[in-house]
């Protein structure tokens, strides 16, 4: 038996930031090969719905209770989006130079690092990779204001649904959150060579099973 101890040193953690942000436009076959660098990320937000509850009552009481199925929603928010997100976001080039929009939008799956910090060592406890399966953009509004004497570059969002792809053993999912600090460091390694490249090999976004793999 012990006692419940409260505020301990080291164990007062938080999470904030976002960077290293990595785009992968989905191929015909389902892969994400390919990534590519997203600068200018200002914001990822993780919106899950849904799992609510629906109550069912007989002999005038509440005889269960069941829980619909949960589904992820996100925005992410940056001051530019690589090239590549174009056919992600409804465009195709027509010329060179020319840009139609209202097109096609193709799925793609999206990385990025969060730090996690503790009261010890601040920033530089660890960190956390936030990986999104799935992934559909939905339409953005664009604001184009006049230069004053307070400029503001433009910040556009983008909408995002998902649908969720297989986990050995688990329900289908979106999103998948790697720890750096529960997680041996060379396995670790192994998947942020995949993500972010090498000198020998193209970045690309593992699946679900390959990231299993990886950690045993």
Request: net charge negative; charged share 25%.
């Amino acid at each position: 038996m012990a006692k419940l101890v409260f505020d301990e040193l080291g164990k007062r953690f938080y999470e904030t930031g976002v960077s290293n942000a990595v785009l992968f436009v989905q191929a015909d076959n389902g892969t994400y090969p390919k990534g590519v660098a997203w600068n200018g990320i200002t914001t990822a937000d993780e919106k899950p719905s849904g799992a609510e509850s629906n109550d069912q009552y007989a002999d005038n009481i509440k005889y269960l209770s069941l829980t619909g199925a949960e589904k992820f929603e996100g925005t992410i928010e940056a001051f530019s989006s690589p090239k590549e997100f174009d056919e992600c976001d409804g465009m195709a080039a027509i010329a060179k130079g020319v840009t139609a929009h209202q097109q096609n939008r193709k799925s793609f799956g999206f990385a990025f690092k969060s730090i996690l910090g503790n009261d010890v060592k601040g920033n530089e406890y660890g960190y956390k990779l936030h990986l999104w399966y799935g992934c559909k953009a939905a339409p953005s509004e664009r604001s184009h204001k006049t230069v004053n004497d307070s400029p503001e570059p433009q910040n556009p969002s983008w909408s995002i649904t998902s649908t969720p792809v297989p986990i050995p053993g688990h329900k289908p999912a979106s999103v998948l959150t790697i720890t750096s600090t529960e997680v041996d460091s060379d396995k670790l390694a192994k998947i942020e060579e995949a993500i972010y490249g090498s000198d020998s090999a193209d970045s690309h976004l593992p699946t679900p099973q390959q990231i299993i793999e990886m950690l045993q």
